[in-house]
């Protein structure tokens, strides 16, 4: 099945999507699939769940050019849920426009009970489906953030979707991201440093998973440069089997406050 949310006057509403069609369903989990509503140009699609955290793996493919040697553990670091958007919506940067922010495209796990130190042969069974991630990243602030929370945790730096897919087979995949359809990133799942359910298997020892928890499982190789992105450029996830890609404009930054150009009213 596959799984997504759009909006409505009294908030986010669960639908099942196929065929560019979306249709009633009572609840994500188990739920049964009713009357068709109507096609997704009359009910767009957003964010496919509200995860309570994202959890994002780094310099996870063979290959990648930033890993470090000996490394024995997975690289993770943590996402706002506020940073999560939708299909179409644009990707906006609180920074100075000097600051260099560009797009990652991921495949993206969808936990669907909650877990803690579980096995990757549990993990098979924790997961609900699978989705399109864009881990939007800005260069780190002066240098000195190495947690990343502002390099990674801005509103809008999490596009998701367009839908969960909860029969989708991850082997063999290829992931790639695309600037104005230009080819940026690419690479296959079979090339994971860290396999996903073992992935999900060490994070639920490090921490509790909840349902609608989201894993980035990492970004493909880089082909080419840096992908910065400017205002006006279009940023496209794509995964195999997936019928449609995550879609996103970037916007660049907005008018800074006083307190960014260092002049600040008298408090």
């Known amino acids: ?18 065929d560019g069609s979306v249709f009633e369903l009572d609840r994500p989990l188990g739920g049964t699939v009713g009357e068709r509503l109507g ?57 100075q426009s000097e600051t260099v922010v560009w797009g990652e495209a991921e495949l993206a ?17 924790a997961v ?33 979707g367009p839908y ?3 029969d989708y087979r991850i082997e063999g995949r290829r992931i790639s991201g695309h600037l104005n359809d230009r080819l940026v990133t690419t690479g296959l799942t079979s090339d994971f440093f860290w396999d996903p359910y073992v992935l999900i298997s060490r994070l639920s020892h490090w921490f509790t998973l909840e349902p609608f928890d989201v894993i980035l499982t990492g970004h493909p190789p880089l082909v ?11 940023y496209r996830a794509r995964v ?6 995550l879609v996103n404009p970037f916007h660049g930054s907005p008018a800074h406050t006083p307190e960014e150009t260092g002049d600040a009213p008298a408090r």
């Not at 080419?224 to 279009?234: E, K």
């Not at 195999?240 to 890609?245: K, Q, S, V």
């Open 240 to 245: 195999e089997g997936f019928e449609l890609d």
């Open 128 to 160: 609900f489906g699978w989705t399109i991630g864009n881990d939007v990243t800005a260069d780190n602030v002066d240098g000195r953030d190495h947690h990343l929370a502002r390099s990674k945790s801005a509103d809008t730096f999490c596009p998701l």
């Open 39 to 95: 096609t997704t140009a009359e009910f767009p699609l957003i964010a496919p769940c509200p995860p309570g955290k994202v959890v994002g793996a780094a310099t996870n493919y063979l290959g990648s050019t930033d890993r470090y040697a000996g490394i024995s553990e997975p690289m993770v670091f943590l996402k706002a849920a506020t940073s999560v958007i939708g299909p179409g919506d644009p990707i906006v940067s609180p920074y």
């Open 109 to 125: 796990a969808v936990i669907g009970r909650r877990i803690s130190g579980i096995t990757p042969e549990q993990a098979t069974e």
């Open 1 to 18: 099945m596959k799984v997504g949310r759009i909006r409505t006057g009294t908030g986010p509403r669960w639908v099942a999507y196929r």
């Open 164 to 166: 969960i897919d909860t």
């Open 224 to 234: 080419g440069s840096l992908p910065v992105m400017g205002p006006g450029d279009v």
